[in-house]
């Protein structure tokens, strides 16, 4: 079963708008991890945000975390058509295996 | 490096022949991962390795799925005998120590007729 769960399940913005988009996961982390998958690709690492972290940045990407709510969300700021693809948030359990949400589907309208 | 490899990227077969998929971590990778995708499921870890033994198999399906890794450049996936509900997209992930990021293959799009 999934341990994280994203939302929303897809949406939808302008050329230059704000995207977020949350994660809700259940057990304690050690880690929370954000990836992106382009249509018919393999998934690419944004960011590692560890459970001691309540916030980090990554160029136009701003991940928070609370793990009092057992929740994530990431920031993509100032979007762009490039930006267009899945977004999968994913909890490191224990150190080696990850768990991985069903996905938010944001598409960037130009 | 040329990141994580995997062949073939497409493969159609019919219900019970036997599949193979293949898989090149990043070199110096000591973490290897099986994932498998698709629509009702989303993407579910299958089997993991780690330097070369593996350490979790609890994911793989059934005994129709198998997976080895005989030395830390090479890896496979085999499904013996093929079904149609064995048709998703089959990645590979390789990954440098533990709670790191891993670095995923570009799939195997499997279609099993």
């Known amino acids: 079963s999934q341990q994280g769960e994203e939302d929303p399940q897809a949406l939808s913005i302008q050329e230059g708008e704000n995207a977020t988009m949350n994660c809700s996961y259940k057990?304690?982390?050690?880690?929370l991890q954000w990836y992106r998958q382009n249509s018919g690709r393999g998934l690419v690492h944004l960011i590692l945000?560890?459970?001691?972290?309540r916030e980090k940045h990554s160029g136009r990407l701003r991940v928070t975390l609370d793990t009092s709510k057992k929740s994530s969300s990431l920031l993509i700021t100032a979007s762009r058509a490039a930006d267009t693809a899945s977004y999968f948030c994913?909890?490191?359990?224990?150190?080696?295996?990850?768990?991985f949400g069903a996905g938010t589907t944001v598409t960037v309208r130009a | 490096d040329a990141g994580v490899i995997q062949s073939p990227r497409h493969e159609v077969t019919e219900m019970g022949q036997e599949v193979t998929l293949r898989c090149k971590p990043i070199s110096g990778h000591d973490y290897l991962f099986w994932y498998r995708q698709t629509m009702m499921r989303g993407l579910e870890l299958l089997i993991y390795f780690n330097n070369n033994v593996p350490i979790d198999d609890s994911g793989m399906p059934e005994d129709r799925f198998s997976a080895k890794m005989p030395n830390a450049s090479f890896s496979t996936l085999k499904i013996q005998p093929s079904e149609p509900r064995d048709s998703a997209v089959y990645f590979c992930?390789?990954?440098?120590?533990?709670?790191?990021?891993?670095?995923f293959g570009p799939g195997t799009r499997l279609t099993v007729l």
């Open positions: 057990t304690s982390i050690n880690n």
């Open positions: 945000i560890r459970s001691n972290e």
């Open positions: 994913a909890t490191d359990l224990n150190d080696y295996k990850l768990s």
């Open positions: 992930a390789s990954s440098q120590g533990s709670g790191h990021e891993q670095f």
